[in-house]
């Protein structure tokens, strides 16, 4: 019983505290004092709100074709670095004129991915994805051509790149 009294008088002092600033700041203003008021008045004037004029950041289903176009990114990505003509597998070996081999691959770096989505202005297809990376360029000398795929690779230039992709029938292409 005591604490259902203590707890319903401190939820009523706990209210006024929370009003107590607003009641500090009414009594510091004169009340002949103009006060001008921003009326927003919704419709008047302004353009109709449809799917193709949205803010991206309430456009739910520009967001969701995002998601979508990452996903569809980080596996185009990975098939591009499984299918490479010069991915890790394929390496280049060259012999070099003092006798010593030079072994290079391309690898895309999945930390460099950036997607952008955005709406198109065509009904068959009504998003277009850009996705852009850096490929990178692996290089390691060694004696053989053995000790050069065993060797230690370091980076010796990026190639930026961009891809476009359209949104048709449900699918990424």
Known sequence: MHKTVFIFFFAIFLSCWGSLPNVLAADAETPDAPVNVAIATPGLGEVPVASTNLPVFLDQDLANKHANFSRFAKSKVSTLNRNHRMSRSRM????????TYRARYHKIDSNSLVCKVRRSK?????????????????????????????????????IPNRHIFSYKKGLWQ
């Open 92 to 99: 280049q070996i060259i012999k070099q004129a003092d006798g």
């Open 122 to 158: 065509s009904k068959t297809i009504p998003f277009v994805g850009v996705l852009s990376f850096k490929e990178e360029v692996f290089e390691a000398i060694a004696d053989s051509p053995d000790a050069c795929k065993k060797a230690e690779f370091s980076p010796v230039s990026i």
